[in-house]
Nanobody, 129 residues
Framework: QVELIESGGGLVQAGGSLRLSCESSGRTFSSWNAPFTISWFRQAPGKEREFVGGIGWTGGTVYYSDSVEGRFTISRDNVQNTVYLEMNSLKPDDTGAYYC??????????????????WGQGTQVTVSS
């Protein structure tokens, strides 16, 4: 069983920064015996959940949606057993619940919600104008 736990959300003014964390509870990411990707999604009220960015664990490949490219950075810390989403130059449109998710798939760059097998409970990010 895989359990993902997000943290780090909050209220920030436009132009500010936040760092979100996604931790694997009970087992380290490195102990998962299969290729996988950890990604971040977000969902604003009344809107569909959208892909933000992901990191392939084996190769370390990182990819982002066009809306956050250049502003957000995904990284991982094997020692801390955590994947981070560093968000800079935040905009009100970045407001939403942010989720981390794990996909055990041969697709190297999964971006669709249905490709993901496990989800965290989400952490709220609110950007004020």
């Amino acid at each position: 069983q895989v359990e993902l736990i997000e943290s780090g959300g909050g209220l920030v003014q436009a132009g500010g920064s936040l760092r979100l964390s996604c931790e694997s509870s009970g087992r380290t990411f490195s102990s998962w015996n299969a290729p996988f990707t950890i990604s971040w999604f977000r969902q604003a009220p009344g809107k569909e959940r959208e892909f933000v960015g992901g990191i392939g664990w084996t190769g370390g490949t990182v990819y982002y949606s066009d809306s956050v490219e250049g502003r957000f950075t995904i990284s991982r810390d094997n020692v801390q057993n955590t994947v981070y989403l560093e968000m800079n130059s935040l905009k009100p449109d970045d407001t939403g619940a942010y989720y981390c998710a794990a996909a055990f798939t041969s697709n190297r760059s999964p971006k669709l919600s249905w490709e993901y097998d496990y989800w965290g409970q989400g952490t709220q990010v609110t950007v004020s104008s």
